[in-house]
């Protein structure tokens, strides 16, 4: 399957959230579900590092910009102090998946 880099005026913006200290999206055709990394490793076993130009999801084939929110560094170090990384989320303000884990994120925190 070819990838091209999506535009405008394609689908939804696929909103960038970090998920125990990953950065990933949802897809966002209606029924898929999958979630895909949205920094990819530069070498083989290598930790994701190399930043994707745009959202490619590798089950439906939906591609979308990324709407990645302003303050990432700002929401990495924060979560970079908690040692356990599976503790390491955030979610944008209105994001499904943080009403449903009871994460008090997607505000700019102080701690």
Same mark, same amino acid.
């Given at each position: 399957m070819a990838f091209e880099t999506p535009d405008e005026k394609g689908p939804a913006p696929a909103r960038a959230y970090v998920y125990s200290g990953?950065? @990933?999206a949802d897809c966002t055709r209606p029924g898929c579900g999958c979630v895909e990394f949205l920094f990819t490793? *530069?070498?083989m076993n290598g930790p994701r @590092?190399? %930043?994707k130009p745009f959202f490619a $999801?590798?089950? $439906?084939?939906q591609q979308a @910009?990324?709407?990645w929110p302003g303050h990432q560094d700002e929401i990495m170090l924060l979560l970079r102090r908690r040692p356990i990384p *599976?503790? %390491?989320n955030w979610y944008p303000q209105d994001h499904r998946s943080r009403?449903?884990?009871g994460s008090p994120t997607g505000r700019r925190s102080r701690s």
């Open positions: 990953e950065w @990933v490793p *530069q070498k @590092v190399l %930043r $999801c590798s089950n $439906c084939g @910009v990324i709407d *599976q503790t %390491r009403s449903t884990s």
